[in-house]
């Protein structure tokens, strides 16, 4: 096994098989693991928020969005030589963490958004989506291999998983 890169929050890091990329406290955030099978490349985006277009700020953080955070994750594996024509994509988290009088509002639904914002930038971009695990009332923490494929999630009280 190689390193295991962190992720932090609106963050991306790339890696090159044997090493993999993980993220701590996925709560209404997501989890974006990419990867190209021929060469191994793969990448982690932890976005916070589904869209950067009402934000008017050219020191914009890419990663914090889910559109331009994973085009940001997808140009920089390409980068590194992989191709988008073979990139496939798994994604976790998305939670609704908190329940309040309200959170039927934009705010309390962040984490539906965020997954909605998710898969249209990835439809967008065909990017097949092969497995998710989001939704639910709970945190997760996910470790990426772009090797295989594997993404494991750990949530508190739950059996470890890998889809």
Do not use: W
Not at 69 to 77: A, D, K, Y
Not at 140 to 149: L, N
């Amino acid at each position: 096994m190689g390193e295991i890169i962190k992720v932090g929050m609106a963050d991306i890091k790339t890696c090159v098989s044997p090493d993999g990329v993980t993220t701590l406290g996925l709560g209404s955030c997501v989890g974006i693991a990419i990867r190209d099978p021929s060469t191994k490349i793969g990448g982690l985006a932890h976005i916070m928020l589904p869209d950067s277009k009402a934000m008017r700020n050219e020191h914009l953080n890419l990663a914090k969005f889910a559109d331009t955070g994973i085009e940001e994750l997808v140009s920089q594996m390409e980068k590194l030589g992989a191709r988008r024509s073979r990139m496939v994509a798994k994604i976790a988290g998305g939670a609704t963490m908190f329940s309040f009088h309200g959170s039927n509002t934009a705010i309390g639904q962040v984490g539906q958004r965020n997954v909605e914002a998710t898969k249209e930038k990835l439809k967008q971009l065909k990017i097949p989506i092969l497995a998710e695990d989001t939704g639910a009332n709970y945190g997760r923490t996910v470790i990426f291999y772009p090797e295989t494929g594997e993404f494991h999630i750990r949530a508190v009280g739950r059996s470890e998983s890998v889809i």
